[in-house]
Antibody, heavy 123, light 108 residues
Framework: EVQLVESGGGLVQPGGSLRLSCEASRFTISNFYMSWVRQAPGKGPEWVSIIYSSGRTYYTDSVKGRFTISRDNSKNTLYLEMNSLRVEDTAVYYC?????????????????WGQGTLVTVSS | EIVLTQSPATLSLSPGERATLSCRASQSVSSYLAWYQQKPGQAPRLLIYDASNRATGIPARFSGSGSGTDFTLTIDSLEPEDFAVYYCQQRSSWPPLTFGGGTKVEIK
C-alpha cells in the first residue's frame, strides 16, 4: 500500500523555523508531483506548495520567500523548510501525492495524503 | 484566485437518504473540480476528480456533476460511514490551488 508519513511538527515561537519531512513508501517520489497542504483548526484545507517531478516548484503567495519545498530522492523523502513562522501558519500540515488514474497523471488532484503533522506557532 | 463557495454549510440527513452538496466557483473552472471526504482526525480522501470521475475504490453511490461554475456531489442512500465533511477543490487556474469551505453531512 502506498504510504506517506509526515514528521517534524511541533511548537515554535513566531519568527522561528521548522523543517517538516514526509517519507514515502511503495512509490518513488521523484516520479510524481508532490504537494504540501495545510489545514488550520476548524478550517478547510489550504494548498501550500508543489514540486514537480522535474524539480520545478510553486507556492501560495502567503508563504513565498519563507517556505521551501524540496526532496531527497535517495531517502524518498519530501521536505518543507519553514522560516519566519507566523501565528497564522498554525495548522496540520499534510503531504500529498498527485494522483494517477488509468495511466494518466493528475498533479493537482491529491491522492493519497499522509496523516499530517501539527505545527503550532505561538509565544 | 478562484474562490469556491460550498452550500449548505451543514446538511442533516438520515441514513438511507440522498445527499446533494453544492460547490460554486467565482469563475469558470471548466470540469477541473474535485471532491474530498474528511472524517474527524483523518486526512481528506479524494472521491471525485474532473467533476464526475470516481477515484479508485470509491463506491458508486458517490457521483459528481456540473461544469463551469456550478457543481454537485450526490451521495445516494447515505451509509453510516458517509457522515463527514466534504470539500471541493479546483485546478483550473493555479497557483494557487483552492478549496471550498466545506459541507458537513451530519446524522439527523
Amino acid at each position: 500500500e502506498v504510504q506517506l508519513v509526515e514528521s517534524g511538527g511541533g511548537l515554535v515561537q513566531p519568527g522561528g523555523s521548522l523543517r517538516l519531512s514526509c517519507e514515502a513508501s511503495r512509490f518513488t517520489i521523484s516520479n510524481f508531483y508532490m504537494s504540501w497542504v495545510r489545514q488550520a483548526p476548524g478550517k478547510g484545507p489550504e494548498w501550500v506548495s508543489i514540486i514537480y517531478s522535474s524539480g520545478r516548484t510553486y507556492y501560495t503567495d502567503s508563504v513565498k520567500g519563507r517556505f521551501t519545498i524540496s526532496r531527497d530522492n535517495s531517502k524518498n523523502t519530501l521536505y518543507l523548510e519553514m522560516n519566519s513562522l507566523r501565528v497564522e501558519d498554525t495548522a496540520v500540515y499534510y503531504c500529498a501525492r498527485g494522483s494517477f488514474f488509468n495511466g494518466v497523471s493528475y498533479p493537482a488532484w491529491f491522492d493519497p495524503w499522509g496523516q499530517g503533522t501539527l505545527v503550532t506557532v505561538s509565544s | 484566485e478562484i474562490v469556491l463557495t460550498q452550500s449548505p454549510a451543514t446538511l442533516s440527513l438520515s441514513p438511507g437518504e440522498r445527499a446533494t452538496l453544492s460547490c460554486r466557483a467565482s469563475q469558470s473552472v471548466s470540469s477541473y473540480l474535485a471532491w474530498y471526504q474528511q472524517k474527524p482526525g483523518q486526512a481528506p480522501r479524494l472521491l471525485i476528480y474532473d467533476a464526475s470521475n470516481r477515484a479508485t475504490g470509491i463506491p458508486a453511490r458517490f457521483s459528481g456533476s456540473g461544469s463551469g461554475t456550478d457543481f454537485t456531489l450526490t451521495i445516494d442512500s447515505l451509509e453510516p460511514e458517509d457522515f463527514a465533511v466534504y470539500y471541493c477543490q479546483q485546478r483550473s487556474s493555479w497557483p494557487p490551488l483552492t478549496f471550498g469551505g466545506g459541507t458537513k453531512v451530519e446524522i439527523k
